[in-house]
């Protein structure tokens, strides 16, 4: 059981050990520059540990970390694009380096405590080659019973191999329950916030985080019209229909008589010549689009079917959205294609796939 010294990881440990199953509880120790608070939650896990009897082990995945995530989370922003760093940890350290280490020290099965679902279905039909019918054994990622902290956008990229041993004890909970929950079970960190910021790091300033990696170079704002409007700090720090951080002159007004005082959003960048350009919430509907690609596509289960309706998440927390999806399964690339034009896609995201509760899989747009 990965337990972050939260409630929710806590919580998942007391009711894996009430449903008779052998837990070990394990906290992941990360330590990079900007964490420094891992004593801590470490310490709140060993105390859970403790008040449930469980015996408590540290992996250290600093390396792992700084060269999966970190590395890659500068790379893709170097390169103008915008990644999502809780979806690249969960491939890279929870369900790679941690799920990988589990297995060598003999575990059997995994858990954490995320808000997800998972149900296993036998001998279920899968269309092969040349549309042979084959039935296997399919483990199906669901959506939490809480719908407001449903986690699985960053879960997308879950191997079926993988998933077929994992284990989401708290995904049929709303978290009001978890908290009354950890209370009945005694744990000492039942009254403990929710943990927010970047996965592992907690709350700090993305923007500090990577102009430590990535140095800060003034650059031109334009208008959709190419007029000079404003400065930036540097155009891989920010991300389409991102609002803040630019400075643009009251004074100016783009086109088609929109004013100077409206918020303006990032529209697009151009990494090489270090420019970004912005939109106001008045011209919105000016810079949506109705298709995507998608590259580095997992489907957990069979992919989605060329001509059937299915939802898709562009961020987390987005409302979901009409779509069809056609499958490039040679190069593990997709298109989708919205019922209604979309706002603030930016290449580097994730867009995962439902079909009705039953997560599919997803992408990284490009």
Same mark, same amino acid.
């Given at each position: 059981?990965?337990?972050?010294?939260?409630?929710?990881?806590?919580?998942?440990?007391?009711?894996?050990?009430?449903?008779?199953?052998?837990?070990?509880?394990?906290?992941?120790?990360?330590?990079?520059?900007?964490?420094?608070?891992?004593?801590?939650? &470490? %310490? /709140?896990?060993?105390? +859970?540990?403790?008040?449930? !009897?469980?015996?408590?082990? *540290?992996?250290? =995945? #600093?390396?792992?970390?700084?060269?999966?995530?970190?590395?890659?989370?500068?790379?893709?922003?170097?390169?103008?694009?915008?990644?999502?760093?809780?979806?690249?940890?969960?491939?890279?350290?929870?369900?790679?380096?941690?799920?990988?280490?589990?297995?060598?020290?003999?575990?059997?099965?995994?858990?954490?405590?995320?808000?997800?679902?998972? &149900? %296993? /279905?036998?001998?279920? +039909?899968?269309?092969?080659? !040349?549309?042979?019918?084959? *039935?296997?054994? =399919? #483990?199906?990622?669901?959506?939490?019973?809480?719908?407001?902290?449903?986690?699985?956008?960053?879960?997308?990229?879950?191997?079926?191999?993988?998933?077929?041993?994992?284990?989401?004890?708290?995904?049929?909970?709303?978290?009001?329950?978890?908290?009354?929950?950890?209370?009945?079970?005694?744990?000492?960190?039942?009254?403990?916030?929710?943990?927010?910021?970047?996965?592992?790091?907690?709350?700090?300033?993305?923007?500090?985080?990577?102009?430590?990696?990535?140095?800060?170079?003034?650059?031109?704002?334009?208008?959709?019209?190419?007029?000079?409007?404003?400065?930036?700090?540097?155009?891989?720090?920010?991300?389409?229909?991102?609002?803040?951080?630019?400075?643009?002159?009251?004074?100016?007004?783009?086109?088609?008589?929109?004013?100077?005082?409206?918020?303006?959003?990032?529209?697009?960048?151009?990494?090489?010549?270090?420019?970004?350009?912005?939109?106001?919430?008045?011209?919105?509907?000016?810079?949506?689009?109705?298709?995507?690609?998608?590259?580095?596509?997992?489907?957990?289960?069979?992919?989605?079917?060329?001509?059937?309706?299915?939802?898709?998440?562009?961020?987390?927390?987005?409302?979901?959205?009409?779509?069809?999806?056609?499958?490039?399964?040679?190069?593990?690339?997709?298109?989708?294609?919205?019922?209604?034009?979309?706002?603030?896609?930016?290449?580097?995201?994730?867009?995962?796939?439902?079909?009705?509760?039953?997560?599919?899989?997803?992408?990284?747009?490009?």
């Amino acid at each position: 059981m990965a337990m972050s010294g939260g409630v929710d990881s806590s919580v998942a440990a007391a009711l894996l050990k009430k449903q008779g199953y052998d837990v070990t509880g394990v906290f992941i120790k990360i330590e990079v520059a900007e964490n420094c608070a891992w004593r801590t939650e &470490r %310490r /709140d896990a060993m105390r +859970a540990a403790a008040a449930l !009897q469980l015996p408590f082990l *540290t992996f250290d =995945l #600093s390396a792992a970390y700084e060269r999966s995530v970190i590395d890659y989370l500068v790379r893709e922003y170097r390169a103008g694009r915008t990644p999502n760093p809780d979806v690249r940890c969960n491939r890279q350290i929870k369900f790679g380096e941690f799920f990988a280490e589990a297995r060598r020290r003999g575990a059997d099965l995994i858990a954490t405590g995320h808000y997800a679902g998972i &149900r %296993r /279905d036998n001998n279920f +039909a899968t269309h092969g080659q !040349q549309g042979k019918v084959a *039935t296997k054994s =399919l #483990s199906r990622l669901l959506t939490a019973k809480d719908k407001e902290k449903d986690q699985t956008y960053f879960l997308w990229t879950i191997k079926q191999k993988i998933l077929a041993r994992c284990l989401f004890p708290i995904g049929d909970y709303q978290k009001i329950k978890v908290r009354r929950l950890a209370k009945k079970f005694g744990l000492p960190n039942a009254a403990k916030p929710d943990s927010q910021g970047l996965c592992f790091l907690g709350e700090i300033d993305f923007k500090n985080f990577l102009a430590a990696r990535l140095p800060e170079k003034t650059g031109l704002v334009l208008s959709e019209a190419g007029k000079i409007i404003g400065e930036h700090r540097g155009a891989h720090f920010y991300t389409i229909g991102e609002r803040h951080g630019f400075k643009v002159n009251s004074k100016l007004t783009l086109p088609a008589g929109a004013a100077g005082r409206l918020p303006f959003y990032v529209v697009a960048k151009d990494v090489t010549k270090n420019t970004i350009t912005v939109g106001s919430s008045a011209q919105r509907q000016h810079w949506a689009v109705k298709e995507i690609n998608l590259n580095e596509t997992n489907w957990l289960t069979d992919p989605p079917r060329a001509g059937k309706n299915y939802l898709a998440r562009t961020r987390y927390r987005a409302p979901l959205v009409h779509c069809q999806v056609i499958i490039d399964s040679k190069n593990n690339r997709a298109k989708i294609i919205f019922t209604e034009p979309q706002t603030g896609l930016a290449p580097g995201q994730s867009c995962v796939i439902y079909d009705q509760n039953i997560c599919l899989g997803g992408g990284v747009i490009i």
